[in-house]
């Protein structure tokens, strides 16, 4: 037991946790920062690709691999979209060194971060809420769940699990690809059924990874696969990871004193399995709601769920037409993938896709139905793929 008493515990180093508990600190609250490694950033669980925007909202400047100007996006049947305008459409980063640098913020803002802490267990009461960790309790007035993918604080509350799991994997090989401002994209069940796979230039580095549905079989063949077809089967791999990506949002992520945040909230962009985005938005709203619980003194369900509504009303048309997208994504042959490029294949279009913004795909969908004749045809392929 710690002889003192926080006013909120955060559970998770990474950026959502950081992030949070920096935003608290500097609200005036007496913040606890819990991560269950012995270092920030590792495991890496994300390929790392980045807007300028999400980078400035993160609060420090991560290493930087590449700059990514052009996207190419690859067809089953040889098309390729060609995707690119003269200013940055992200970065490639060094997902460790930002997690690194942005817990080392906010132990400059005043957190008191513990590494290599593991919180095993949340129970909450009238008066407070405690943390069971490796290393004893922590009891404060609130908690925020920080904790990934593998949330055991969302799990705790029960039935709230995330609407859907993705699976992804990849690997950094050793391989300098030709243009460090292009990178890769392709699409196609037997490349990577349910997303897509990616292709990213890293210096003398190239990541090769793969998002699948859950019920594609093991992602980490799909890569091993890619890498064969690619010619890249023989070249030294330096790491792999991957992990599972929680969309589609939980059944709430306020209850009884905690607040999930990040992947332990679900706040993944089902588009392309993002979500530095969803944190840069919520966690200043969850900074927010714990000021005006601080200010009424009331620490109640009902006034956490100010966040909840908060972050939803931001977040939430974005992400549920993101589910929408991919609800039909899902039904596509590639037959109809080829047609839909075919469609797309237009300089208005591919204008269009170009000035694309990372951090919310979905606003690209308006302006391209917006081209005569494109709602009809692209309403065509998809009756024809409920059949």
Known sequence: MRNYMPDVTVVGGGPAGSLTARLLAASGRDVVLLEEHNEAGVPTHCAGFVSDDVIQKMGVRPNIYSTICR?????????????????????????????????????????????????TEVTATDAYVTAKTNDGEIKSDLLVGADGQNSTIAA????????????????????????????????????????????LPMGDLTRVGVCVSPNAGTPAEYVKRLLKNIGLADCKVEQSFGGKVPIGGRRTSVNNRVMLIGDAAGQVKPVSAGGLYPIAVAAPILADTVSKAYEMNVFSTAVLALYERGWKRELGKSLDGGM???????????????AIAKIFDTPEILGILSNIDIDDPTTVVKPILKQRGVKSRLLGIYLRSLF
């Open 71 to 119: 996207a190419d996006v690859k067809l089953p049947d040889g098309r390729v979209l060609e995707i690119g305008r003269k200013s940055p459409i992200g970065f490639i980063v060094d997902r460790a060194d930002l997690d690194a640098k942005m817990v080392d913020l906010a132990a400059k803002h005043g957190v008191d971060v513990h590494m290599g802490e593991r919180c």
């Open 156 to 199: 705790s509350w029960g039935n709230n699990m995330a609407r859907e799991y993705l699976r992804g994997f990849q690997m950094d090989v050793r391989h300098t690809m030709d243009e460090q401002d292009r990178m890769i994209l392709r699409v196609g069940n037997d490349i990577a059924p349910g997303l897509f796979a990616w292709q």
């Open 324 to 338: 929408r997208l991919r609800k039909m994504y899902c039904r596509m042959s590639d037959r109809n993938l080829c």
